[in-house]
């Protein structure tokens, strides 16, 4: 699911509870724990895209990220993964202080950015000789952007 879009993204979470609510998991492990996890994590992120917010919704904020902390575990007994030390997951824990300081996250969408950043790549890829990839795409986009900014000088 690495390679997953903003969108496919979107579309799993509204699936992801009800599929996992009442499933056997394997070694009699509790599925109440994978619920709790689920439900908590997709609140945080539901509750994060408010538009705007008050001091309860930053607190029930605070309690779907903390509820989803109490029980990832389920995820390291299940062997789905076998650490938590991801970045984006770090930088949950300071979502309520900066929505304080800066306000919502409603305009970090970064879905536009992601769909030009695959499409360049896989265009410089594809423009290489497949050995070497690095040096060869770094210099297809040096040129492309040499190229567009030519274009812009000719046009204006």
């Excluded at 001091?55 to 779907?64: E, G, R, Y």
């Excluded at 575990?73 to 030390?85: Q, T």
Aim: proline share 2%; aromatic share 12%; glycine share 6%.
């Amino acid at each position: 699911l690495s390679r997953v879009s903003g969108t496919e993204h979107n579309q799993i979470c509204r699936f992801l509870l009800g599929i996992v609510i009442g499933i056997q998991l394997p070694g009699n492990l509790n599925n109440g724990r994978l619920t709790r996890a689920i439900r908590g994590i997709l609140d945080f992120l539901y509750l994060a895209q408010y538009p705007s917010h008050t001091d309860q919704t930053l607190v029930l904020l605070d309690d779907a990220l903390t509820r989803f902390h109490d029980n990832k575990d389920i995820f390291l007994d299940l062997g789905i993964r076998s650490n938590f030390n991801l970045p984006k997951l770090h930088s949950f824990r300071h979502y309520v202080h900066m929505i304080k300081m800066y306000g919502t996250t409603d305009n970090y969408n970064t879905e536009y950015t992601e769909r030009l950043h695959i499409d360049l790549t896989k265009d410089a890829y594809r423009a290489t000789n497949h050995k070497d990839e690095y040096s060869q795409m770094t210099l297809w986009l040096e040129r492309r952007e040499k190229m567009l900014w030519h274009d812009n000088f000719v046009k204006w």
